[in-house]
């Protein structure tokens, strides 16, 4: 584990992070392949290439999803549509037992605004492992934009190493393939200038971003619930 990363260590822990999002619907194809191997009953051939369909479906969505979210998607410095960054959470989410409720104008977003926007729906996603709802909000500061993610579920919450992660800069635990996300969100937030602040409720947890101009380029300053401040 380290407490800090050279541009290496974080291109391995990220690639390490996609790689674990993808290889269980790709598991899953190679049972489907197994399975229909030599099978000969056309109930289970059937089964088996419904468990493929749905795996490489899943698999296609975790991928364009991860571009989106930690991948160079489009040339550097690009505007990217919030519409994609919709279609690719809800394919995300689809056959999942969370659902996604997304508000707001469609528009022309920077790349590190899109990614950060969906980085916050992976986190909220997290926050509801039993299942919820994903209601993400947009609205536009300027030529800047602001997010809102609340997670509403059963015994919705952020793991206390998470809220670390999101509340302080730098954070107090090393970073690792199970944190690198969480950190990975923190840093894109700096590259925005945006304030991101973490809010809980009665199963519900919220997230958001504001815009901050005047911040310098670097770390995100990041608010916790009682309102004190970490830069």
């Known amino acids: 584990m380290m407490t800090s990363l050279t541009p290496l260590d974080l291109a391995a822990l990220l690639c390490s992070r996609v790689c674990h999002d993808v290889i269980s619907p790709v598991g899953a194809i190679i049972n489907g392949l197994?399975?229909?191997?030599?099978?000969?009953?056309?109930?289970?051939?059937?089964?088996?290439?419904?468990?493929?369909?749905?795996?490489?479906?899943?698999?296609?969505?975790r991928l364009q999803f991860c571009r989106l979210a930690f991948g160079a998607a489009g040339s550097y410095g690009a505007m990217i549509d919030t519409g994609d960054a919709e279609k690719a959470a809800r394919d995300l989410f689809v056959n999942g037992r969370t659902a996604l409720e997304w508000s707001g104008e469609r528009r022309m977003a920077s790349r590190s605004s899109v990614k950060l926007l969906l980085n916050l729906?992976?986190?909220?996603?997290?926050?509801?492992?039993?299942?919820?709802?994903?209601?993400?909000?947009l609205s536009d500061e300027g030529e800047a934009m602001t997010t809102r993610v609340e997670a509403q579920g059963p015994n919705a919450r952020l793991s206390h190493s998470a809220a670390d992660f999101l509340i302080n800069t730098p954070p107090k635990d090393a970073i690792d393939g199970h944190s690198i996300q969480l950190y990975f969100t923190t840093l894109l937030a700096g590259e925005c200038r945006a304030t991101l602040s973490v809010s809980t409720g009665p199963e519900s947890v919220t997230l958001a971003t504001v815009p901050t101009p005047q911040l310098a380029v670097g770390p995100a300053a990041v608010h916790s619930l009682d309102g004190s401040s970490a830069a």
Do not use: N
Not at 35 to 61: H, P, Y
Not at 121 to 137: D, H, M, Q, S, T
């Open 121 to 137: 729906c992976l986190i909220a996603a997290g926050a509801v492992p039993r299942g919820g709802v994903i209601k993400v909000g």
């Open 34 to 61: 197994e399975a229909l191997d030599g099978e000969q009953d056309e109930e289970m051939r059937t089964v088996a290439m419904e468990l493929i369909k749905k795996s490489a479906v899943s698999a296609a969505a």
